[in-house]
């Protein structure tokens, strides 16, 4: 009995091949998982980039009533306005992080 147990080696074969399959499944899902969040965050920037072009100027203009009669000047007048957008420093992925240089510190103050 024990020469059999010894000799059967059904079991190994099993174990291993599961082993095998499963590390090459989950290495596949972490390769799969990381080009996923590559895609995420790339429409993401471009969806950022968008908004950013996105122009945001407005204006219109005023609106007037001469008084009748002949009398002269305005009954009614509202003023017209405006509003220019202008590209923002961090528009379309503009932004550079910049570190200062390191400084010595200074003397402790009592």
Partial sequence: MIRMFIRD??????????VLIATVLILGLIVGLSSIQHAI???????????G????????TGFSKE????????SAYTRGSAAG???DD???DQCDISCD?????GPKRL
Avoid at 67 to 74: E, L, M, S
């Fill in 9 to 18: 080696e059904a079991g190994f074969v099993v174990s291993a091949e599961l």
């Fill in 41 to 51: 965050v790339s429409e993401l920037n471009d969806i950022g980039d968008a908004t």
């Fill in 53 to 60: 072009n996105s122009n945001q100027s407005y204006w219109y």
């Fill in 67 to 74: 008084k009748d009669f002949g009398n002269g000047g305005f």
């Fill in 85 to 87: 957008d202008s590209q």
């Fill in 90 to 92: 961090c528009d379309n």
């Fill in 101 to 105: 240089v390191p400084v010595n510190e």
